[in-house]
């Protein structure tokens, strides 16, 4: 366990003591004949309260649990129920409830050994007690209080006799042998559900499908101790058959390795059988075959000539190998040489199954994710290679042929030349703002509540350098309250916002604003140029509705669940609003 588990364990552990304690108190304050009434117990249940809180204070304030610590508090845990055991009178008291909790104790800490080990000494201790009384101990000592006018120790003798020990011998070791196996299957399935969140940590977008799968097959190959992990797999309508080899090695980042396909390939690593994973032996010159159905159940006669058949190209004197299934379309197996199952060989076949289980869903996420990136990758290169086709490059091939007339012109007679050039710089000069506004759209943005007013700023400042239009900014607020992903869907309909009205409106004055309202935030974009081609002002749905308006801002207001009101006037101007409620980051995946 990791050192702030053991703390908090031993925090619960102190607790429960206290309120053991107490609870005995108060049994023996209700009924004072499970004592004996003697005074002895209720200063020994008073110290062992006492040493209960200390404990408890220690660990409040220690910053961890030592080994050592635990180790003296344990000791005392155990010496305690013999010292009060003593006092108890009947089989029916409540103080074996001590020797159980010492045993639980040990349990939650440890394992079965230790549990064992904590049973055995409670009942040495108490053989030990047993030897110490048949030799006179007791009336001796209550000689001596006697003598001191101090209370009698009252010790009911009869619940030391060799018949009552052994009874609670057998009590004590049953329940110690069962607690601790208990504790100790609890503890391989935490083990177990460990190891698959660990492994699972591996798979991530960013490594690739590649680099998941070596990280995976590491975290394996080194668990079960095996020199080699093969990883053959083939997609649903393909006959292609993927090898990747990865071999042990002291350097966690040693790559797999992709192996060149055969046709054979197919009937040595996939091929046919009712068993999903399976451990085979070497012995002499066969194989001891143990095979698990996807059921976990053992599958009879199990088909063995799969070994062979590997044994021709690979060295090994022990295979394990699990079938796996990513999605519909995936199907494979993992082979794992000289992989060492050094417990019950079926459970740890079982957990190879439930880890490949559990595994493999993230690693299909990441083939999916890396394929969806590349298929995005490609379409919004399309899109742009579309963008620069349609646009730059036509316009500068329209220049080019107009420069070449003039060339032709002026070679030829004197022709005036300034105002066609004119034109065509101007032509250059628009193509180059549209470069620039596509370069905008490629970068990724970062904008998040303290960035958002200043980038805003500087993205009108800019536009009105490049264009020449009159173009202000004006934010109510300087603190916004805003998830970043709301804030770079604003930042991006104002780049869109300007790029329109630069393309389409003839403006001469924009006024960009960003005001607070008490049902959430509002952007505003107005422009004295030529409008819509509609009139009036016009709500999100009716947008909709008649098919107007600009289809990318609506579809960024749509993500982050606004509301977009435009107000046209045609050859007057327009106006654009936004309306984003407030305080919605659960809406907006934050």
Known sequence: MEPGEIRRTERWLATARVSLAISALVAIWMDPTVIGYSPWAYWLLGVYVVHGVVVMMLLRFRQQSTVAFRMVVHAAD??????????????SNPFFLFFIFVLAAAAYRWGLFETLATGLSAVILLWIESAVVGKGVVPWTTAILVRHHLPRLSIDLTQLEPRHLFMRTVYLLVMSWLLGYMAEQQKQLRAEKAVIARILGRARVEAGLTGTLQQILGEVLSMYRGKRALIASQEANSYKVFIGELRESNDSTAPIT???????????????????????????????????DRNGMRVRNAPVDFLPRLKGFYAFQSLATVSFVFGQEWTGRIFLFDAQLTGDREEELRFLQELVRQV??????????????????????????????????????????????????????????????????????????????????????????????????????????????????????????????????????????????????????????LAERDSGWKLILEDDGQGFPFSGRLSHSDLEQISKGPLVIKERVRLIEGELTIESSPGKGSRLEVSIPQKREAAYGH
């Not at 155990?78 to 089989?91: C, D, H, T």
């Not at 046919?272 to 002499?284: E, H, I, M, N, W």
């Not at 022709?415 to 065509?424: A, F, N, Q, S, Y």
């Open 360 to 513: 493999g869903p993230a690693v299909y996420n990441v083939y999916l994710i890396r394929r969806l990136r590349l298929k995005a990758g490609a379409i919004e290169r399309a899109r742009f290679a579309r963008e620069l086709h349609d646009g730059a490059v036509q316009s500068l091939i329209a220049m080019e042929m107009q420069v070449d007339v003039l060339r032709r012109q002026s070679a030829t007679q004197q022709v005036p030349v300034t105002e066609e050039l004119g034109r065509i710089q101007g032509l250059l000069r628009e193509e180059v703002l549209k470069l620039r506004e596509l370069m905008q759209q490629m970068k990724s943005l970062e904008v998040d509540a303290k960035k958002l007013v200043p980038f805003l700023t500087d993205t009108v400042e800019r536009f009105q350098r490049e264009t020449g239009i009159a173009a202000r900014f004006v934010a109510e607020s300087a603190e916004v309250d805003m998830p970043p992903r709301v804030c770079r869907e604003l930042a991006r309909i104002v780049q869109e916002g300007l790029v329109n009205v630069r393309k389409h409106s003839g403006a001469a004055h924009v006024l960009v604003r």
């Open 258 to 292: 992709w192996i060149e396909s055969a046709t054979t390939d197919h009937e040595i690593y996939l091929y046919d059988s009712p068993a999903d994973t399976c451990y085979a032996l070497r012995k002499g010159d066969s194989f001891d075959l143990l095979a698990l």
């Open 78 to 91: 155990i010496v305690w129920p013999g010292l009060i055991s003593v006092f108890a009178v009947g089989e």
